[in-house]
């Protein structure tokens, strides 16, 4: 079965930060672009940054620009989000996501084949 599972989210006071992982079970991600999206209560899905399956190449919405930073293992077949400097703002619902595909694509409506499952970032002021 070809899954992705998000860990690493909770509740953290504004300024601190997290690490988020996406692993995979199922298949390697050393061929996927893998995107980090959030998507907070009634609001639409944000994509918040990608690294794409060559590493260093990585993009990140404006945002979170500076505050976070997307990196992969591929020995580990996982991907991580660190999320530093946490504003209210930054909570959501975090999901990974992956496509078989070279370039980085910072979108929601680009068709990302795997998805997981999210989990919760709460940052409290």
């Known amino acids: 079965q070809l899954q992705l599972v998000e860990s690493g989210g909770g509740l953290v006071q504004a300024g601190g930060s997290l690490r988020l992982s996406c692993a995979a079970s199922?298949?390697?991600?050393?061929?996927?672009?893998i995107a980090w999206f959030r998507q907070a209560q009634g609001k639409e899905r944000e994509a918040v940054s990608c690294?794409?399956?060559?590493?260093?190449?990585?993009s990140y919405a404006n945002s979170v620009e500076d505050r976070f930073t997307v990196s992969r293992d591929n020995a580990k077949n996982t991907v991580y989000l660190q999320m530093n400097s946490l504003k209210p703002e930054d909570t959501a619902v975090y999901y990974c996501?992956?496509?078989?595909?070279?370039?980085?694509?910072?979108?929601?409506?680009?068709?990302?084949?795997?998805w997981g499952q999210g989990t919760q970032v709460t940052v409290s002021s």
């Open positions: 996501a992956a496509v078989k595909f070279r370039l980085c694509v910072l979108s929601a409506r680009f068709p990302y084949e795997y």
């Open positions: 199922g298949f390697t991600l050393d061929d996927y672009t």
């Open positions: 690294i794409n399956s060559n590493p260093g190449s990585t």
